[in-house]
Nanobody, 117 residues
């Protein structure tokens, strides 16, 4: 059974930093495209960042230069380093794994990030 477990969410002050982690209980982790998404209250879920097995990445324009996604294939883990956060970054952050060939996707349960002074 595939499980994605996020952690690291919480309260941050504007301008501060947070680091999210997602541990995947999944076979052949390296063949999955991994990503972080977020959903703010009353809004649709949106892509934050993705990372491919070789390490190439892409980011939403709203987080470019502030957030960094990374992965550790040996540990079946991805990270999201969030810096210079703003109240607009407040959302539930979800981890997603998508199989490179089949497209089968899995989601974590989410972790709340709140940015407030």
């Amino acid at each position: 059974q595939v499980q994605l477990v996020e952690s690291g969410g919480g309260l941050a002050q504007p301008g501060g930093s947070l680091r999210l982690s997602c541990v995947a209980s999944i076979d052949n982790f390296s063949i999955y495209i991994m990503g972080w998404y977020r959903q703010a209250p009353g809004k649709q879920r949106e892509l934050v960042a993705t990372i491919f097995r070789g390490g190439s990445t892409n980011y939403a324009d709203s987080v470019k230069g502030r957030f960094t996604i990374s992965r550790d294939n040996a540990a079946n883990t991805i990270y999201l380093q969030m810096s210079s956060v703003t109240p607009e970054d407040t959302a539930v952050y979800y981890c997603k794994a998508r199989h490179l060939l089949s497209g089968q996707a899995y989601w974590g349960q989410g972790t709340q990030v709140t940015v407030s002074s």
